[in-house]
T-cell receptor
Framework: AQSVSQHNHHVILSEAASLELGCNYS??????LFWYVQYPGQHLQLLLK??????LVKGIKGFEAEFIKSKFSFNLRKPSVQWSDTAEYFC??????????FGKGTMLLVSP | NAGVMQNPRHLVRRRGQEARLRCSPM?????VYWYRQLPEEGLKFMVY????????ESGMPKERFSAEFPKEGPSILRIQQVVRGDSAAYFC?????????????????FGPGTRLTVT
């Protein structure tokens, strides 16, 4: 069965620190990859997505993610986080013939 | 993405009662997905529906749970005889016609969720 692993359940950073959230998946075939964010009290929003082409994907709010096929990874990065980035971040993977599979999420707390 | 509506936002039920969760997809979307989020867990896929059709219900428990998406009106997720373990946040998402093959996926837009508490 396909699975999605997010390495850290909780991350605490100070403002201006750099962020990298890990995501690995288990399926070896063609996949579409997503990062969603859920701000406190709000619904899930799409941060960025990878379908094909350039493995470095730029999303909203200064986030980016790099698809490394050989490592089955799609890590999320931001060079300098802000207090407003405090949220829960979910990695999700979709195969062509299947539905979205989510990771368990990483709660990011940015202290001012 | 604020166009996906879910109600109620919070629902409290006693053990043994029925819970009905509603989801109205975004305008122009004909596909609906239901997910469940348990504490400390990610979202787990439950069911995928098109108007009047269940496309994939592989993530839905075989008993007590059912879902429908009628020709008119919202999609309904129904949980009969609720138990404490059903307490969770239930999210609905909608999309246009999903594509066939990689690279043509239709993006899913999520609703605000319904938080079900079973007492």
């Amino acid at each position: 069965a396909q699975s999605v692993s997010q390495h850290n359940h909780h991350v605490i950073l100070s403002e201006a620190a750099s962020l990298e959230l890990g995501c690995n998946y288990s399926y070896g075939g063609t996949v579409n990859l997503f990062w969603y964010v859920q701000y406190p009290g709000q619904h899930l929003q799409l941060l960025l997505k990878y379908f094909s082409g350039d493995p470095l994907v730029k999303g909203i709010k200064g986030f980016e993610a790099e698809f490394i096929k050989s490592k089955f990874s799609f890590n999320l990065r931001k060079p300098s986080v802000q207090w407003s980035d405090t949220a829960e971040y979910f990695c999700a993977v979709k195969r062509v013939d299947s539905t979205l599979t989510f990771g368990k999420g990483t709660m990011l707390l940015v202290s001012p | 993405n604020a166009g996906v509506m879910q109600n109620p936002r919070h629902l409290v039920r006693r053990r043994g009662q029925e819970a009905r969760l509603r989801c109205s997809p975004m305008k122009g979307h004909s596909h609906v997905y239901w997910y469940r989020q348990l504490p400390e867990e990610g979202l787990k896929f439950m069911v995928y529906l098109q108007k009047e059709n269940i496309i994939d219900e592989s993530g839905m428990p075989k008993e007590r749970f059912s879902a429908e998406f009628p020709k008119e009106g919202p999609s309904i997720l129904r949980i009969q005889q609720v138990v404490r373990g059903d307490s969770a946040a239930y999210f609905c998402a909608s999309s246009r016609q999903p594509g066939q093959g990689a690279g043509t996926l239709s993006e899913q837009y999520f609703g605000p969720g319904t938080r079900l508490t079973v007492t």
